[in-house]
Nanobody, 114 residues
Framework: QVQLVESGGGLVQAGGSLRLSCAAS????????MGWFRQAPGKEREFVAR????????GYADSVRGRFTISRDNAKNTVYLQMNSLKPEDTAVYYC???????WGQGTQVTVSS
């Protein structure tokens, strides 16, 4: 089992920044990738970003590329999502997962006001 705990969400004005964290614990030795998804009210959960744990290669949704950066700290078993130039349409609950959905965190709310 792997436990994922997100933090760092909050309320920010459009154009602002937030950094989300997701700390993994438990049986993390088999982790090969971690990612971020988000779900806005009335919408389906959508992919945001992904990072491969070993070499650090990354991937992003078109809607966030150039504004969001995913990174990881292997020693801390933590993945981050730096979100810059936030827009009201970025408002959602943000979830992290490991190994493409084997495990999910509980989510953290991000609200961007216009």
């Amino acid at each position: 089992q792997v436990q994922l705990v997100e933090s760092g969400g909050g309320l920010v004005q459009a154009g602002g920044s937030l950094r989300l964290s997701c700390a993994a614990s438990g049986r993390t030795s088999s982790t090969y990738a971690m990612g971020w998804f988000r779900q806005a009210p009335g919408k389906e959960r959508e992919f945001v970003a992904r990072i491969r744990w070993s070499e650090g290669s990354t991937g992003y949704a078109d809607s966030v590329r150039g504004r969001f950066t995913i990174s990881r700290d292997n020693a801390k078993n933590t993945v981050y999502l730096q979100m810059n130039s936030l827009k009201p349409e970025d408002t959602a609950v943000y979830y992290c997962n490991s190994n493409d959905g084997d495990y999910w965190g509980q989510g953290t709310q991000v609200t961007v006001s216009s």
